[in-house]
């Protein structure tokens, strides 16, 4: 038995773990059967400076985060000096720049959502120099069989990529351009900005799973790509050194939480939340209902090259191991629920699935939910969200239960564009976030994909992805071995054989999905 000092035995160690979603930063506090004895959680407030801008004031956020592991850890009567290890979580392709004499930010963090570089990316995807890109890499790829050149040859830049809006900033912004100038300008996502912080400056670093969701990054070689940077006069001096995400990448400074807590992770939140499901092996998939939708699947020890839209990342890297992910996303799930119940059509969330359930189907209603565009498979940033098939006998049920098939809907696009693309056996289906907490959409879901979904007894898998990689990398947990008998399932989702019942209904969401299509390039904006 350990001694006993400041009312706690030395051998009674947690894990702390911090995930910084788009909505919330929420921290928990892990023992070593993986269960939570602490927790906290606060809202992220975002900003709306002009229409189609979305940010977060980088200063506020580090106070934010700062103050839900002081919460947690006292609401749990522990002690900071039992916190042997953090583990971070973030939120993907949210950026901001800095003086790295001061440390004091050139603007807020440019938001994944954020559209002020749309203009940028439809120049660049429609010009003669992506074109000659294209053109070049497919011969190469013919050549060499190297799939990184196949990828390039259909490369297709994004507002969700952080490449065009970083491009945007040095066009735009002219602190970034003279910081730039004179060496002294640092780029993070939101990981690098904490680490900046949390170590009082003397850290800048990231790690392969974040600097991969960048669009600046080649999966391939596992380096910064000097092509893109120079394709986009991105400076590669002012991009963070790359280390493995399981890492030791310092000590916070005594200064903020009274001692010092070494950092053992950083992670993206979707590769964290796949590491959290103990989807380790090639063929096991994770699906995330969040703020958005991402289906991602384990492809083992190497990049897989889609040219459907299914991304190419790094899932996480430990030591000399490598695991890759292919991932589809679509960017409105949770922001559809939320929309939906800021207007009045429910009060409470939790009211949704017997609402749905209420009626017998949607009354030949239709919801698109793309506010900002469809992706994979369909990739048109210029699709319009919207309600087709309205009529006098439509009700507020009616409205629900559209909007909840449609999220249903993108999931069988989404896996049906997996299974096309990437030909892997599909192992095991996981699924996470708050909408898994819907029975309606995960059992519909279940049923068009006809496969069965396994629904954990916690749905937070970003923290606990992240509690995992940084407990490793101390010996917290011995081994993925370990974690994966801790794992625990509330409910096995079994098709019920009702697709063929749905096939009409999904060829008429289908022909609503192309009437949405390329809206924005039809109408004029004001």
Known sequence: MGSVKNGFRRNDTYVLAVDVGSTSIRCSIYDRAAKIQGFSSKPIEILYPKPGWVEIDPEIMFEQFVAVV????????????????????????????????????????????????ADLVRSWNSSLLLWLVHRSSAMLH???RQKRFLAASVIQFSTQHVSLRLAWVLQNIKQVQEAVAEDRCYFGTIDTWLLYKLTKGAVFATDFSNASTTAIFDPYQLCWSTFLANLLSVPVSILPPVKDTSYNFGNTDRSIFGTTIPIMALAADQQAAMFGECCF??????????????????????????????????????????????????????KVIQWAQRIGLFTDV???EK???EVQNSDGVFFVPSFSGLQAPLNDPNACASFMGLKPSTNKMHLVRA?????????????DTMLRDIRIPITSIRADGGISNNYFVMQLTTDLIMCEIEKPSWVD??????????????????????????????????PQAVLHNFKPTLENWELAVKRSMHWYNKTKQE
Not at 307 to 312: A, D, E, M, R
Request: glycine fraction near 10%.
């Open 70 to 117: 002081k919460e947690a850890v006292e609401g749990s009567h522990l002690h900071m000096k039992q916190m042997v290890a953090l583990g971070i979580s973030t939120q993907r392709a949210t950026f901001v720049t800095w003086d790295n004499k001061t440390g004091k930010p050139f603007h807020n963090f440019i938001c994944w959502q954020d559209l002020r570089a």
């Open 142 to 144: 013919f050549l060499s």
């Open 281 to 334: 092996q090639p063929g096991d998939v994770k699906l995330t209902m969040g703020t958005g939708t991402f289906m991602s699947i384990n492809t083992g020890t190497k990049p897989h090259t889609s040219v459907t839209g299914l991304y190419p990342l790094i899932g996480w890297k430990i030591g000399s191991e490598v695991t890759y992910v292919a991932e589809g996303n679509a960017a409105d799930t949770g």
């Open 350 to 352: 939790n009211e949704t």
């Open 355 to 357: 609402m749905a359930q």
């Open 403 to 415: 909007i909840l098939e449609s999220i249903a809907f993108r999931n069988k696009q989404l896996y």
């Open 461 to 494: 898998m970003s923290c606990r992805g992240a509690a995992f990689l940084a407990g490793l990398a101390i010996g917290y947990w011995e081994s993925q071995e370990d974690l994966v008998k801790m794992k625990t399932v509330e409910k096995i989702f079994r």
